[in-house]
């Protein structure tokens, strides 16, 4: 028990900040790379999206929950 006190001692700010960019990435915003090139020429092969997780829903942080719906998805 005394070294997980030191290791949580010694790395306590790196601990935080990854465990609340994994929530981040999870609930609020994640990035996601372009495989093919099936949206030519608007989005290139490679190229990184961002993506808002909150636009539609809010979601329980590693769930499928829904708390809040905002809205659906639209064509255009």
């Not at 990435?25 to 949206?39: I, K, L, Q, Y």
Request: aromatic fraction near 10%.
């Amino acid at each position: 028990m005394n070294k997980l006190a030191k290791l949580w001692r010694d790395n306590r700010g790196v601990i935080v900040f990854l465990s609340l960019m994994f929530v981040f990435r999870s609930a609020v915003a994640d990035w996601n790379d372009v495989p093919t090139g099936s949206m030519q020429p608007t989005i290139q092969i490679g190229d990184r999206l961002l993506v808002n997780k909150m636009a539609y829903d809010l979601r329980v942080p590693f769930t499928t929950k829904s708390l809040i719906k905002r809205a659906d998805p639209e064509r255009g």
